[in-house]
């Protein structure tokens, strides 16, 4: 873990028990709140929310309490030896380079002459593990009442730990009629009435996506399912390097031995959920009875989780293959235990969200941009694609798109923002009407902020 640390707050309040204490507009923690709204818009407060409960911890107590707090105040950068050690040590650490390359860097005769207190990749791992550590991984053995190739391990970190550390991104977002991140909408406040007075509200996202992770040979995949808080602002979120989803668990990819290629899916189906069931128990005991966690200023909150938003491609009866047939009648995936089924305030009509990647941009690929070709033709749309003028920052595509198997989401952006040219003078106007209006849809969607009568205009595209 890198820690950069450059200012020491040292806050010193005394706060009694259910006192309501606004930490963001005293320690700057989300300056610029309201950017983007306009003059003459109210903000209203939901009152008894957020309450603080006396003196809790905080990242840097945690990090001056350690067992090297002596070493760090005559050396604030141990335990590397200077700032410039440590500035290297950071930069080895977040680069793509592999331990073998480091040791390779590491081992070059100029390296050799720098003033460093590592030597190899291996010293350099050891002395970044001194640092402060974030939450550590588990595993538990996962049973499964058909055979699979091989045991199956779900490795994890703990839930409540992870929500812990993602506080240092809290901010101070109230309820307000400029809708730009969850805790701006409505359902922020239906799930605030539902809770004790003085609770936090933290909303718990979670993101999962099967990823090959070998592109030659190997066929390697990686399942990891990925947390995070709706308080945080979007910004942030947005932002990779920021940090704000952390990996929760990886869950295994099991190969079952069945007969049946279908009952195959329906049994890796009921892994995911079984896996993610154990992950997140945590949390479901904390959206039911609550927990005491910090917030960045060091003061005890107390807060319960519901699930805000769950981005996965989500696909007893004693019969299964009975039981996959009724299923297949009432288009159901056969999943009987979900892994919401006991989390308190689970909406599956709510917190399964669209995101921009799937629901916006692949379904113009899978979709409209089909349609357009029927209309146009698949040969006259590749020789019109073949005429465009390169720009820069977008795709060329001189053999055309019909045939293209492997794209990214960029890809598809950048379709969009040709299509309706491509198309002019080669369909009727209706439908290149439809075509714009539904890419107008789709563009307006990714505003980063709405008010009502934004929505009402959004509404009115289509």
């Not at 067992?67 to 650490?93: G, I, Q």
């Not at 590592?118 to 350099?124: G, K, M, T």
């Not at 189906?269 to 200023?297: K, T, Y």
């Not at 969607?445 to 595209?461: H, Y």
Request: charged share 20%; with cysteine.
């Amino acid at each position: 873990m890198d820690v950069d640390v450059d200012v020491d707050v040292d806050v010193d309040v005394d706060v009694d028990v259910g006192v309501d204490v606004d930490m963001g507009a005293d320690l700057g923690v989300y300056e610029d709140e309201h950017a983007g709204v306009e003059a003459g818009y109210e903000e209203e407060v939901y009152d008894g929310a957020a309450k603080t409960y006396g003196i809790g911890t905080s990242f840097m107590k945690t990090f001056n309490s350690d067992e090297y707090a002596v070493e760090r105040m005559d050396n604030p950068y141990f335990p590397f030896a200077s700032k410039p050690d440590w500035e290297m040590a950071a930069f080895l650490l977040q680069s793509e380079l592999s331990m073998t390359d480091i040791n390779k860097y590491l081992h070059l005769e100029f390296t050799r002459k720098l003033p460093l207190s590592f030597c190899s990749s291996r010293e350099l791992r050891g002395r970044a593990e001194m640092l402060l550590s974030p939450p550590r991984w588990k595993y538990q053995t996962v049973l499964t009442k058909f055979w699979t190739t091989k045991t199956l391990h779900v490795f994890y970190r703990d839930a409540i730990e992870c929500l812990q550390l993602l506080l240092i991104y809290e901010s101070a977002e109230r309820a307000v009629r400029i809708y730009y991140g969850f805790m701006t909408g409505d359902r922020a406040w239906e799930l605030q009435e539902r809770l004790p007075d003085g609770a936090t509200l933290l909303g718990v996202v979670l993101s999962s996506d099967k990823t090959k992770v070998s592109n030659l040979s190997g066929n390697r995949y990686t399942h990891p399912l990925l947390i995070s808080l709706a308080n945080i602002n979007s910004e942030i979120c947005g932002k990779g390097s920021l940090e704000a989803y952390i990996p929760l668990t990886l869950l295994p990819i099991a190969k079952f031995i069945h007969g049946h290629q279908c009952m195959r899916g329906i049994l890796a189906d009921r892994l995911f959920h079984q896996c993610i069931g154990i992950v997140v128990e945590p949390l479901e005991q904390a959206a039911h009875l609550g927990v005491m966690m910090s917030n960045p200023a060091g003061f005890s909150r107390y807060c319960c989780t519901p699930l805000i938003v769950a981005v996965a491609n989500f696909v007893s009866p004693f019969e299964l293959t009975a039981f996959f047939e009724e299923c297949k009648q009432h288009f159901l995936n056969g999943v009987l235990t979900p892994f919401w089924l006991d989390w308190l305030t689970a909406d599956p009509s709510s917190f399964l969200m669209p995101e921009l990647l799937h629901h916006l941009h692949k379904m113009f690929w899978d979709h409209d941009l089909r349609w357009c070709i029927k209309v146009v033709g698949a040969k006259e749309i590749n020789f019109r694609f073949a005429l465009l003028q390169m720009c820069i920052g977008y795709r060329a595509f001189k053999e055309g798109i019909s045939d293209l198997k492997q794209t990214l989401g960029q890809d598809h952006h950048n379709v969009q923002c040709y299509i309706i040219g491509i198309i002019a003078n080669a369909a009727p106007a209706e439908f290149i009407t439809a075509i714009r209006a539904l890419i107008e849809f789709r563009y307006l969607a990714q505003a980063p902020w709405f008010t009502d009568e934004k929505l009402i205009e959004w509404d009115g595209s289509l």
